[in-house]
């Protein structure tokens, strides 16, 4: 399957700031970091970041860990796409991101 993962600011008004987007597979080692500096989305401006389907790096179970910040509160949506296929049949389904505890 192709992954896509789309980081949309939702706010009108403010910027969304991301430090880290980092790829890590099904046995949690990090596979790759995807940001080498901090980059802002401007208000509701989007960003995708896709995994190719012969790149199994992953696993089935791979996860990203984003950190982000802004300097008022704003509600921004992390979701992820898969979409794959088999012959004439295609399917595809979303994720949507969830808070983890920050170490």
């Given at each position: 399957?192709?992954?896509?993962?789309?980081?949309?600011?939702?706010?009108?008004?403010?910027?969304?700031?991301?430090?880290?987007?980092?790829?890590?597979?099904?046995?949690?080692?990090?596979?790759?970091?995807?940001?080498?500096?901090?980059?802002?989305?401007?208000?509701?401006?989007?960003?995708?970041?896709?995994?190719?389907?012969?790149d199994?790096?992953?696993?089935?179970?791979?996860?990203?860990?984003?950190?982000?910040?802004?300097?008022?509160?704003?509600?921004?949506?992390?979701?992820?796409?898969?979409?794959?296929?088999?012959?004439?049949?295609?399917?595809?389904f979303?994720?949507?991101?969830?808070?983890?505890?920050?170490?």
């Amino acid at each position: 399957m192709t992954a896509t993962l789309s980081i949309r600011n939702t706010s009108l008004k403010d910027s969304l700031f991301i430090t880290t987007i980092d790829y890590y597979n099904t046995g949690g080692d990090l596979v790759r970091n995807y940001l080498d500096q901090a980059i802002y989305l401007r208000p509701m401006e989007s960003i995708d970041y896709v995994i190719e389907q012969q790149d199994t790096s992953g696993g089935s179970g791979a996860n990203f860990i984003i950190d982000w910040y802004s300097k008022r509160p704003i509600n921004p949506l992390f979701q992820a796409v898969m979409v794959g296929g088999l012959g004439a049949q295609a399917f595809s389904f979303t994720t949507e991101g969830i808070d983890v505890e920050a170490p």
